[in-house]
């Protein structure tokens, strides 16, 4: 099996609390399937190369929403019952896909009550920090948009295939 190797900003990683590892096994990233792990696999062992134990690791479960689209909503749920400290998050239009605005900043003001980073594959966003906040909040704002600008840039491919 080939290893990924993840590099983030030194951000001070709460390792002695837990983190929730939150992805959809239905959304799979190419360079996963190349390499024949799931994206699942591939965050727990990121989680371990941060620095977390196994037994810190705490898998959020794909059923804790009752509809589709209520992922977040059943995140801030466990969040506001469970001890995290930290949220592992694949990516932005996985869960905040059908969030408006409202939802977004009680996200973060509920991330902030409990000290809980979120970590991506790119970055730590420790919302104590105000440039950390804006950055968040507009990638949360755009993901709406990114299914729509993979069908336009599938398109447009389609299109140069054909004058081809």
Avoid at 69 to 91: P, V
Avoid at 109 to 138: D, P
Wanted: charged letters at 20%; hydrophobic letters at 45%.
């Amino acid at each position: 099996m080939q290893t990924i190797t993840y590099h983030l900003p030194s951000e001070s990683l709460p390792l002695s609390g837990n983190v929730a590892v939150y992805t959809r096994v239905g959304v799979q990233d190419v360079s996963y399937q190349l390499i024949g792990i799931t994206q699942k696999e591939a965050f727990i062992a990121f989680a371990q190369q941060l620095g977390w134990s196994q037994e810190h690791i705490i898998v959020f479960p794909q059923d804790a929403a009752q509809h589709p689209g209520d992922d977040l909503t059943a995140l801030s749920r466990a969040i506001e019952q469970e001890n995290f400290q930290a949220i592992l998050l694949f990516d932005f239009y996985q869960l905040f896909a059908n969030a408006d605005t409202t939802k977004i900043n009680a996200f973060i003001r509920l991330c902030q009550e409990h000290q809980v980073l979120v970590v991506t594959l790119e970055l730590v966003y420790n919302f104590n920090n105000s440039y950390l906040v804006k950055l968040f909040r507009f990638k949360c704002e755009c993901a709406p948009l990114y299914p729509w600008e993979f069908v336009n840039r599938m398109e447009i491919g389609r299109r140069i295939k054909r004058t081809r």
